[in-house]
């Protein structure tokens, strides 16, 4: 008769990328797309303020992408720490960032627009112009800060 040994408690572990892949899985990475949100909004934010920095600020809505990069930076890492935080803050910071996301591929599509040529010189006015895909990266990283309010909590 054949006897089945019961494994050890460190062979049942689940270790390192396994764990990780487990957990996404099962919908369970709330803590860890909320720490990927945090460190995405800082990045975002500085690259932000050297360009337009770079265009000396000719806009004063040109600072709140800058101003909202801590904020979401500051949810993000909250809700790493806190499940309340995760549920409340992070998706009404989350939610303000892909807003301004969406007004700042506003702002840059009219600034190609108002550049020599328009949208007729598409090519030239995407490289020296406003950023249009910049924008986007921004309201990427919202998206981010949603999906992870919305998703269940690591174990």
């Given at each position: 008769m054949f006897v089945h040994r019961s494994a050890t408690p460190?062979?049942?572990a689940v270790y390192g990328i396994d764990r990780i892949v487990r957990d996404v899985r099962t919908g369970r990475f709330e803590r860890s797309l909320a720490?990927?949100?945090?460190a995405g909004a800082l990045v975002t934010a500085a690259?932000?303020?050297f360009e337009h920095d770079k265009a000396?600020?000719?806009n004063r809505w040109m600072w709140v992408p800058v101003v909202l990069g801590p904020l979401g930076?500051?949810?993000?890492t909250?809700?790493?720490c806190s499940r309340r935080a995760a549920k409340t803050v992070l998706p009404i910071a989350s939610a303000t960032i892909i807003a301004n996301g969406l007004q700042g591929v506003w702002l840059h599509a009219r600034g190609i627009r108002q550049k020599p040529g328009g949208w007729r010189n598409f090519r030239y006015n995407m490289e020296m112009g406003p950023p249009l895909m910049a924008p986007m990266l921004v309201t990427l990283v919202g998206g981010m800060g949603l999906?992870?309010?919305v998703l269940r909590r690591e174990k």
């Open positions: 460190v062979e049942d720490a990927l949100t945090a690259e932000i303020f000396s600020f000719g930076a500051a949810a993000g909250a809700a790493v999906l992870a309010a």
